[in-house]
T-cell receptor, first 115, second 118 residues
Framework: AQTVTQSQPEMSVQEAETVTLSCTYD???????LFWYKQPPSRQMILVIR??????QNATENRFSVNFQKAAKSFSLKISDSQLGDAAMYFC????????????FGKGITLSVRP | NAGVMQNPRHLVRRRGQEARLRCSPM?????VYWYRQLPEEGLKFMVY????????ESGMPKERFSAEFPKEGPSILRIQQVVRGDSAAYFC????????????????FGPGTRLTVT
C-alpha cells in the first residue's frame, strides 16, 4: 500500500519570502501522480499543483513549484513571494495511474504567513 | 458549470440517529469518491462509486456505513446509529469518465459536510 508522509506539522513564513513544504511517499509503482492541495479555513480542498511521475520536469504554477525527486520519493512544494492568502493547511497526495483510483493523503502541514 | 455540491454543509445528530450526506458530482462526471477527515488529520479514502456500482469500498467501516450512487440523483453516504467517533468532515469528489486529456485523473472536491454527533 502507498503511504504519504508529511513530517512537519507547522511552518511559518514572512510575507514575500519563500517557503518549502516537505513530503515523502512510499510506493512500488513506477507510474503515478502526485498533488498538493490547499485547505483554507473554509475547508474547501483546492488543487495547487500536480506532477506526473513519468515527467522529469518539475511542475510550476505561478508562485508554486515542486521539487520532484523520484528516486528519493520526495515531492516538496515551494511557495515564492508568500502572500497572506497562502495561509492554510497543505496536503500532499498520491494517486496510482490506474483509471480513477483513490487519493492517499498525508496528514498535512499548517502554514502561517506573518505580515 | 457548477462544481461538486454537497449538502447539508453542517449536520448535527444525536448518538443513535442516522446521518445522510448527499453529493452531486460535476456535470458530466460519473465517478464519485467519499473521503473522511477527522480533526487534525488528512483525508482518508472511504469508497469509490460509479453510477449504480461500488467499485472500491476498502476504506469503509464494516458496519453502519453504506454508500450508493443511483442512476438518477445524487450519491448518498449513509451512517446508521451514529457515535461520537463519527464526528468529522466528509468530502465528496468527482471525476470524469475519460482517461484521456490532461485533467482525466483530477478529482474535484465539494465543500464537505461537517457532521457533529452529540
Amino acid at each position: 500500500a502507498q503511504t504519504v508522509t508529511q513530517s512537519q506539522p507547522e511552518m511559518s513564513v514572512q510575507e514575500a519570502e519563500t517557503v518549502t513544504l516537505s513530503c515523502t511517499y512510499d510506493t512500488s509503482e513506477s507510474d503515478y501522480y502526485l498533488f498538493w492541495y490547499k485547505q483554507p479555513p473554509s475547508r474547501q480542498m483546492i488543487l495547487v499543483i500536480r506532477q506526473e511521475a513519468y515527467k522529469q520536469q518539475n511542475a510550476t504554477e505561478n508562485r508554486f513549484s515542486v521539487n520532484f525527486q523520484k528516486a528519493a520519493k520526495s515531492f516538496s512544494l515551494k511557495i515564492s513571494d508568500s502572500q497572506l492568502g497562502d495561509a492554510a493547511m497543505y496536503f500532499c497526495a498520491y494517486r496510482s495511474s490506474g483509471a480513477n483510483s483513490k487519493l492517499t493523503f498525508g496528514k498535512g502541514i499548517t502554514l502561517s504567513v506573518r505580515p | 458549470n457548477a462544481g461538486v455540491m454537497q449538502n447539508p454543509r453542517h449536520l448535527v445528530r444525536r448518538r443513535g440517529q442516522e446521518a445522510r450526506l448527499r453529493c452531486s458530482p460535476m456535470k458530466g462526471h460519473s465517478h464519485v469518491y467519499w473521503y473522511r477527515q477527522l480533526p487534525e488529520e488528512g483525508l482518508k479514502f472511504m469508497v469509490y462509486l460509479q453510477k449504480e456500482n461500488i467499485i472500491d469500498e476498502s476504506g469503509m467501516p464494516k458496519e453502519r456505513f453504506s454508500a450508493e450512487f443511483p442512476k438518477e440523483g445524487p450519491s448518498i453516504l449513509r451512517i446508521q446509529q451514529v457515535v461520537r467517533g463519527d464526528s468529522a468532515a466528509y468530502f465528496c469528489a468527482s471525476s470524469p469518465l475519460s482517461r484521456t486529456g490532461p485533467n482525466s485523473y483530477e478529482q474535484y472536491f465539494g465543500p464537505g459536510t461537517r457532521l457533529t454527533v452529540t
